[in-house]
């Protein structure tokens, strides 16, 4: 089983509509967890960090579910400007790589007129 | 400005030829990393650094080297590129571990012909 797995996409959305990522991690003992958003060709750029208590910043929210180890993040009035790969990153404490960053593969979200 | 700073931006190269790729930031973070994307990969961790003089290989290191004699310099070092490391880079620092989130450089884009 991959260490952070999300749904590849492409997400096609009209402007306006709620689009949702999730994502799942593999190993228990991970300890942060954030959302990056990467334009094409540039670097990432943290979107949201992710706790267990969820949180919002705007038109976005992101939940940490610990038990079923899941991530998620809801985009609601998605903009042009939203359409991107959504990154959802794990940091975990263990083994020799202690803060290492895993990346999931991506979610591409496309927002069209 | 905070920033993490790579040079140089493209690259292209010839197998064998010894190049350097600069990563320098000016935040005062303790831990740096390098990164390497490659399209349907994702995101695969280099070498990584938790200090000056403290360096350890992530999941890909193998054909490159790093150093870290000051704190705000991370390069990257491959001593006989070969056309699999044709690659986009990404060299990222943070201030605790990770655990706030990683700054990115903007990438260096390397071709190994």
């Known amino acids: 089983r991959k260490e952070v797995e999300q749904d590849p996409g492409p997400f096609n959305v009209p402007e306006g509509a709620t689009v949702a990522f999730n994502c799942t991690y593999s190993n228990s003992a991970s300890q942060s967890f954030f959302w990056y958003r990467q334009d094409c060709r540039k670097e990432p750029k943290l979107l949201m960090s992710?706790?267990?208590s969820g949180n919002e910043d705007g038109r976005f929210t992101a939940q940490l579910n610990r038990a079923s180890q899941y991530i998620s993040l809801l985009i609601r009035d998605s903009k042009l400007s939203d359409s991107a790969t959504y990154l959802c990153v794990v940091i975990g404490n263990y083994g020799g790589s202690q803060g290492n960053l895993i990346f999931g593969k991506g979610t591409k979200l496309s927002v069209k007129p | 400005e905070a920033q993490v700073t790579q040079n140089p931006r493209y690259l292209i190269t010839v197998t064998g030829k010894k190049l350097t790729v600069t990563c320098s930031q000016n935040?005062?973070?303790?831990?740096m990393s390098w990164y390497r994307q490659d399209p349907g990969l994702g995101l695969r961790q280099i070498y990584y650094?938790?200090?000056?003089?403290?360096?350890d290989k992530g999941d890909v290191p193998e054909g490159y080297k790093v150093s870290r004699k000051e704190k705000r310099n991370f390069p990257l070092i491959l001593e006989s590129p070969s056309p699999n490391q044709t690659s986009l880079y990404f060299c990222a620092s943070s201030e605790s571990r990770g655990i706030e989130g990683y700054t990115f450089g903007s990438g260096t884009r390397l071709t190994v012909v």
């Open positions: 992710v706790y267990s």
């Open positions: 650094s938790m200090n000056v003089e403290v360096t």
């Open positions: 935040m005062n973070h303790e831990y």
